[in-house]
């Protein structure tokens, strides 16, 4: 996921999510450095108060058919938009579990994995206090294969449940109530039927992601939903002010006792939107801010401040987040059609100095040897194909390749970036490491909000703008094989815009393998088929992994209820409440 799901909610009977409530239980929760990664910090359940959020970029878009951001998931999970199931809000392993928020329950399976049904709750509202029925889950669905209007979210649904209709999406559908795609059947306003052409033992995580949350027909503005999507939360847009800020509060048509996940503590969310990351971390440490929702950890400049200060770095943690810190290499642009220009670049890389970049070892992530994380089945420690654990380059391996490919004395090309954060430094050390073997890269850097979807994710602009390489951070969609490496290799994936493999990877053996994996319903076994795909793609050249990201997060002492949830890598954004 440059991106991650979806969650579950709760309304008080009154509908003012529970201010009329004001018991406050406390209990001593875990203390000190790393707490919220072994359980939850200052636990409470008192309610009001204004969370306050900061992030230097805009989302990529509210809109859940079109999100991909992995804090843009867990912020919409946890406020806003509610799907048939969730993962739980929890620390642990008990947060990788998937339960009910929408529905009753997992659904009921038959037909050896190709039928699911599902039976949602009662008392299901948006924002409006229209009720939330089997249909409008159907539609929110179906607006997920309208790619030509809604780019940038993951291809899943389509993929799976398209079989062969070509369904253009609701907005070309000649169906008179929008409902036409066959695969979903709403046979009565609280079931939801999905037939699969094949078992896929995964299936139940593609429908916690937001882009099966549902959405209102006659609400539905198309490409302009995501300036102000509704509602089936416990809290709901005020505003949103693109670049500047967005303000949630409380909706009080959500149901608390339909929800088992969220605590909806504060009345309001203010998200200040544009902030330089440096900035966000002084406001961080002197307490007038409470997280950085992007949850990427903070600048060099911080990190000293934090770490070597004792009564600061109580407040900090240092998760495993699941991303993989990578960049591409693009098949499409010369000469990287060339597998020994690929192989050069591998070569040429000094992981170390980029890891530097993003914070070192303590706060930046491990080196990185291969495209599956360690968070992941399927994870090989010891597949290492350009021998790289150290971190430093092999000059002499590169300047061999590169003799192979026809170009001994180096070449041109073009390395893309985002604009913000860590990545332009990053950035800027895999092009002096390329230097060394006289690849002379310039930097292209990008704003961040359009980076994923149409800068990378445009193959015509990688090609016209001679993107030969292009730095990525990705992180499972859900914890499998399939949630994490999938779309970024299979080569029948491609698409004009929102495209996630970077490389235009299309390997037949690759591509049969992904197939044969998603059908395997012992995980185990799946896990092992995708330790086989993912040494296939480190022998094809075409990413350079360089680290297992860390992120140093910093959190206002104020803040409470806070745990790192291991479903998404960051701090359970539902879950965060204020002390004062």
């Given at each position: 996921m440059a991106g991650s799901t979806a969650i579950a909610l709760v309304l008080s009977a009154c509908g003012s999510g529970g201010e009329d409530k004001p018991t406050t239980t406390e209990t001593k929760g875990e203390t000190g450095f790393n707490a919220a990664t072994k359980g939850v910090v200052n636990p409470s359940d008192k309610k009001g108060g204004t969370l306050k959020l900061q992030t230097h970029d805009d989302p990529d878009s509210w809109d859940g058919a079109r999100a991909y951001y992995a804090w843009v998931w867990n912020f919409s999970?946890?406020?806003?938009?509610?799907?048939?199931?969730?993962?739980?809000?929890?620390?642990?392993d008990d947060g990788l579990k998937l339960v009910g928020d929408l529905a009753t329950d997992l659904p009921k399976i038959e037909d050896g994995g190709k039928k699911y049904t599902f039976t949602l709750k009662d008392g299901l509202k948006f924002e409006d206090g229209s009720p939330i029925t089997s249909k409008d889950?159907?539609?929110?669905?179906?607006?997920?294969?309208?790619?030509?209007?809604?780019?940038?979210?993951?291809?899943?649904?389509?993929?799976?449940?398209?079989?062969?209709?070509?369904?253009?999406?609701?907005?070309?559908?000649?169906?008179?109530?929008?409902?036409?795609?066959?695969?979903?059947?709403?046979?009565?306003?609280?079931?939801?039927?999905?037939?699969?052409?094949?078992?896929?033992?995964?299936?139940?995580?593609?429908?916690?992601?937001?882009?099966?949350?549902?959405?209102?027909?006659?609400?539905?503005?198309?490409v302009k939903y995501g300036d102000k999507p509704v509602s089936s939360g416990p809290y709901k847009f005020q505003s949103y002010d693109a670049g500047k800020k967005a303000v949630l509060v409380r909706n009080e048509n959500w149901d608390a006792k339909t929800d088992t996940v969220r605590k909806a503590l504060p009345d309001s969310i203010e998200l200040t939107i544009g902030t330089a990351p440096e900035e966000i971390d002084n406001q961080l440490i002197s307490g007038t801010a409470d997280i950085d929702v992007a949850q990427t950890g903070v600048q060099q400049g911080a990190q000293a401040k934090v770490l070597l200060d004792a009564d600061k770095k109580k407040n900090a943690d240092t998760p495993n987040t699941g991303f993989i810190r990578y960049f591409s290499i693009n098949t499409k642009v010369a000469p990287f059609d060339n597998i020994h220009c690929r192989k050069a670049v591998q070569y040429a890389t000094d992981k170390t100095t980029m890891q530097t970049a993003r914070g070192g070892a303590d706060a930046g992530g491990d080196i990185a040897t291969n495209m599956l994380p360690p968070t992941i089945g399927g994870h090989d420690p010891n597949l290492d194909p350009y021998n790289t654990k150290s971190g430093k380059p092999q000059i002499d391996k590169a300047k061999e390749e590169l003799k192979l490919c026809g170009k001994p004395d180096g070449f041109d090309t073009v390395i893309a970036t985002r604009n913000s954060g860590k990545e332009p430094k990053t950035a800027e050390a895999l092009q002096?490491?390329?230097?060394?073997?006289?690849?002379?890269?310039?930097?292209?850097?990008?704003?961040?909000?359009?980076?994923?979807?149409?800068?990378?994710?445009?193959?015509?602009?990688?090609?016209?703008?001679?993107?030969?390489?292009?730095?990525?951070?990705?992180?499972?969609?859900?914890?499998?094989?399939?949630?994490?490496?999938?779309?970024?290799?299979?080569?029948?994936?491609?698409?004009?815009?929102?495209?996630?493999?970077?490389?235009?990877?299309?390997?037949?053996?690759?591509?049969?393998?992904?197939?044969?994996?998603?059908?395997?319903?012992?995980?185990?076994?799946?896990?092992?088929?995708?330790?086989?795909?993912?040494?296939?793609?480190?022998?094809?050249?075409?990413?350079?992994?360089?680290?297992?990201?860390?992120?140093?997060?910093?959190?206002?002492?104020?803040?409470?209820?806070?745990?790192?949830?291991?479903?998404?890598?960051?701090?359970?954004?539902?879950?965060?409440?204020?002390?004062?």
């Open positions: 999970k946890g406020y806003y938009a509610r799907t048939l199931l969730t993962n739980e809000a929890k620390p642990g889950v159907k539609y929110g669905i179906e607006r997920n294969f309208a790619t030509d209007i809604l780019s940038g979210g993951p291809p899943y649904l389509k993929d799976v449940l398209d079989q062969g209709q070509n369904y253009p999406g609701p907005y070309k559908d000649t169906d008179p109530d929008k409902l036409g795609l066959k695969s979903v059947q709403t046979p009565d306003d609280k079931t939801i039927v999905f037939t699969l052409k094949d078992p896929l033992s995964d299936f139940n995580y593609l429908l916690a992601m937001p882009g099966s949350a549902p959405v209102p027909k006659d609400k539905d503005t198309g002096a490491a390329l230097k060394n073997v006289g690849i002379n890269a310039r930097l292209d850097p990008t704003d961040a909000s359009l980076y994923f979807r149409s800068t990378i994710g445009a193959p015509s602009n990688t090609h016209a703008k001679g993107y030969g390489l292009m730095m990525a951070g990705w992180g499972a969609d859900f914890p499998t094989g399939y949630g994490f490496l999938q779309v970024l290799v299979d080569g029948r994936g491609i698409t004009p815009s929102g495209n996630n493999n970077y490389a235009e990877l299309d390997n037949a053996e690759v591509n049969s393998l992904i197939d044969k994996a998603k059908a395997e319903t012992d995980a185990a076994k799946a896990a092992e088929i995708w330790g086989q795909i993912n040494k296939i793609v480190m022998d094809e050249a075409v990413m350079v992994p360089f680290v297992y990201d860390k992120a140093l997060n910093y959190r206002n002492p104020r803040v409470t209820n806070v745990f790192v949830t291991k479903y998404y890598g960051m701090y359970d954004f539902g879950s965060l409440g204020v002390s004062s």
